[in-house]
């Protein structure tokens, strides 16, 4: 696998679940991001790991709980969920998380509550 | 705050014809800009990214200017083909105290008719 792949790629939860989002890089960065796109909404920064410690909490809900355990992985881990919390998430990585980085995006979790 | 605007939000277009993508913000100290390319329900793909410094990057078909001092980048796309629908989104990077974020626009979501 190369780039940056996302699982599951489809999630349908309850409120009352908990579930998690995977995401692993094969390029070597040493950033990584959750980003949030809503239906006709500017795509939305959640969270920034760099060299596995959280950089940037971007307000939100304690019901998102990122987790890096090195810097080629990343999980949402989801519990609590509202609908309005339904959106494709995307993950992200770049070389150093530095400000000339170029982000390169996986291809997304459409996450729907219900 | 720094606000980025896609206009048309929309773009339909005959075969052939060149494409024009226009992207303004509203804070002029940016590190880089970023185009991407979405289609349905899938990631970002990046397709050029512009440093503060530079006027231009080009690949293939792809052109994008930046004019940093009027708060512009427009994308354009030669010979426009069926392929080429789908949603382009550009992004800032924005200096100050959080250089991790990506400012995004709403994205213009073309058509091209074969």
């Known amino acids: 696998e190369t780039g940056v792949t996302q699982t599951p790629r489809h999630l349908v939860m309850g409120m009352t679940n908990k579930k998690s989002l995977k995401c692993e890089q094969h390029?070597?960065?040493?950033?990584m991001y959750w980003y949030k796109q809503s239906a006709k909404k500017p795509l939305e920064l959640m969270f920034v790991?760099?060299?596995?410690?959280?950089?940037e909490n971007n307000s939100v809900p304690s019901r998102f709980s990122p987790e890096c355990p090195n810097s080629s992985h990343l999980f949402l881990h989801l519990h609590t969920l509202q609908p309005e919390d339904s959106a494709l998430y995307l993950c992200?990585?770049?070389?150093?998380?530095?400000?000339?980085?170029?982000?390169?995006f996986g291809p997304g979790t459409r996450l729907t509550v219900t | 705050k720094q606000e980025v605007t896609q206009i048309p939000a929309a773009l339909s277009v005959p075969e052939g014809e060149n494409l024009v993508l226009n992207c303004s913000f509203t804070?002029?100290?940016?590190?880089?800009l970023q185009w991407f390319r979405q289609d349905p329900g899938k990631g970002l793909t990046s397709l050029l990214l512009?440093?503060?410094?530079?006027r231009e990057q080009t690949s293939g078909r792809l052109n994008a200017s930046l004019d940093k001092s009027s708060g512009r980048s427009t994308l354009y796309i030669a010979a426009s083909q069926p392929g080429d629908s789908a949603t382009y989104l550009c992004?800032?990077?924005?200096?100050?105290?959080?250089?991790?974020?990506?400012?995004f626009g709403a994205g213009t979501t073309v058509t091209v008719r074969a």
């Open positions: 992200a990585s770049s070389l150093q998380g530095g400000f000339g980085d170029e982000q390169y």
């Open positions: 390029l070597g960065h040493n950033a």
């Open positions: 790991y760099s060299l596995e410690e959280r950089v």
């Open positions: 804070d002029s100290a940016i590190y880089n």
């Open positions: 512009i440093q503060s410094s530079q």
């Open positions: 992004a800032v990077r924005v200096v100050g105290s959080n250089d991790y974020k990506l400012s």
